[in-house]
């Protein structure tokens, strides 16, 4: 059984809580792996600008045959458009990449406090006025720490109804997702296998055993359990199937505390820390 739950953002907007992730996957091979998700049965497909294949996200799409409405579409300012005026272009070209006149879900990519003077809040409102007219479905914020949240929340009108984490089993980040739960914003959890780091820890491979799944599987069925959204990157067809085999077992609690107490705070970041990204790309 494959049937993909949806879940509910706090705008009621409907969201599937497994998608496939495009992040290092290069602009010529980019159609061809999202044709090939589409086929195994993904109906949600995380991209961004920085990424740099928006176009063949929106070319797979188009060519699959499936309604606009049937496939869920993210994407994400990029770093070196958080003016106003410089958002507003970006999110003209990505609707213009991908071919499409709204996107289902537009973040900003990173907060970048230590750039703009630490105003990330009228790059918020921007994205409300993308909201407002229709073209942004549901809007959201990603690798945002508890403290950008509150600011947001003092400060602007629309309460974000994502924010897309780093989270895996060596970095849990139960605070940032408490946060979110206690606010109705969803955590959707980025790197979900830690690009493959956590598949080979004991822990893991054990409780894979016993439940006769694979460590991507396993981990993938914990972040689901957890109430998470995934979208793990594969341009391996046979591991687009394996990620979207999940909802045929379980993992019973103490396997899911077990996994849960992997957790290695700061040194299980794999990515850059919120608080101190500061990267524009060239
Ligand atoms: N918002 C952000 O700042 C941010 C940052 C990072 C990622 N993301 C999003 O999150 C998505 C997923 O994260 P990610 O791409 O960093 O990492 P990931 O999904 O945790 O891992 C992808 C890596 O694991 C391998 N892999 C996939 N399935 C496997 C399996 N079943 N068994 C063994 N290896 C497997 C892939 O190899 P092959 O491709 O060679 O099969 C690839 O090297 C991204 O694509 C992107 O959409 C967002």
Request: hydrophobic share 35%; charged share 25%.
């Given at each position: 059984?494959?049937?993909?739950?949806?879940?509910?953002?706090?705008?009621?907007?409907?969201?599937?809580?497994?998608?496939?992730?495009?992040?290092?996957?290069?602009?010529?091979?980019?159609?061809?792996?999202?044709?090939?998700a589409?086929?195994?049965?993904?109906?949600?497909?995380?991209?961004?600008?920085?990424?740099?294949?928006?176009?063949?996200?929106?070319?797979?799409?188009?060519?699959?045959?499936?309604?606009?409405?049937?496939?869920?579409?993210?994407?994400?300012?990029?770093?070196?458009?958080?003016?106003?005026?410089?958002?507003?272009?970006?999110?003209?070209?990505?609707?213009?990449?991908?071919?499409?006149?709204?996107?289902?879900?537009?973040?900003?990519?990173?907060?970048?406090?230590?750039?703009?003077?630490?105003?990330?809040?009228?790059?918020?409102?921007?994205?409300?006025?993308?909201?407002?007219?229709?073209?942004?479905?549901?809007?959201?914020?990603?690798?945002?720490?508890?403290?950008?949240l509150?600011?947001?929340?003092?400060e602007?009108?629309?309460?974000?109804?994502?924010?897309?984490?780093?989270?895996?089993?060596?970095?849990?980040?139960?605070?940032?997702?408490?946060?979110?739960?206690?606010?109705?914003?969803?955590?959707?959890?980025?790197?979900?296998?830690?690009?493959?780091?956590?598949?080979?820890?004991?822990?893991?491979t054990?409780?894979?055993?016993?439940?006769?799944?694979?460590?991507?599987?396993?981990v993938?069925?914990?972040?689901?359990?957890?109430?998470?959204?995934?979208?793990?990157?594969?341009?391996?067809?046979?591991?687009?199937?394996?990620?979207?085999?999940?909802?045929?077992?379980?993992?019973?609690?103490?396997?899911?505390?077990?996994?849960?107490?992997?957790?290695?705070?700061?040194?299980?970041?794999?990515?850059?820390?919120?608080?101190?990204?500061?990267?524009?790309?060239?």
């Amino acid at each position: 059984m494959n049937a993909v739950p949806n879940i509910t953002l706090n705008d009621g907007n409907a969201i599937p809580q497994l998608g496939f992730g495009v992040f290092q996957i290069e602009p010529r091979d980019t159609a061809k792996a999202v044709s090939e998700a589409l086929e195994v049965g993904y109906r949600h497909i995380d991209t961004a600008e920085m990424y740099g294949n928006e176009k063949e996200v929106g070319e797979a799409i188009q060519a699959s045959g499936l309604d606009r409405d049937d496939v869920f579409v993210t994407s994400k300012l990029n770093n070196g458009s958080h003016e106003p005026h410089d958002a507003r272009e970006a999110f003209d070209t990505t609707l213009s990449e991908l071919g499409f006149d709204h996107v289902d879900l537009f973040l900003i990519h990173w907060p970048l406090p230590t750039l703009y003077d630490g105003d990330f809040v009228s790059t918020w409102r921007t994205l409300e006025e993308f909201h407002r007219d229709g073209r942004a479905t549901s809007i959201g914020v990603s690798n945002w720490q508890i403290e950008h949240l509150e600011r947001l929340a003092a400060e602007t009108d629309i309460v974000p109804a994502v924010n897309q984490i780093e989270v895996h089993p060596y970095l849990t980040n139960n605070a940032v997702r408490e946060y979110g739960r206690e606010h109705q914003i969803a955590t959707e959890a980025w790197s979900p296998i830690a690009q493959g780091k956590v598949l080979d820890d004991p822990t893991i491979t054990q409780i894979a055993y016993k439940v006769g799944e694979t460590p991507a599987q396993v981990v993938l069925r914990w972040h689901i359990q957890r109430g998470d959204i995934v979208f793990p990157k594969s341009v391996t067809p046979s591991r687009m199937k394996e990620n979207f085999e999940l909802f045929d077992f379980e993992i019973e609690p103490a396997d899911m505390d077990a996994i849960t107490a992997l957790d290695r705070g700061e040194d299980g970041r794999t990515g850059p820390n919120p608080d101190t990204f500061a990267y524009i790309p060239g």
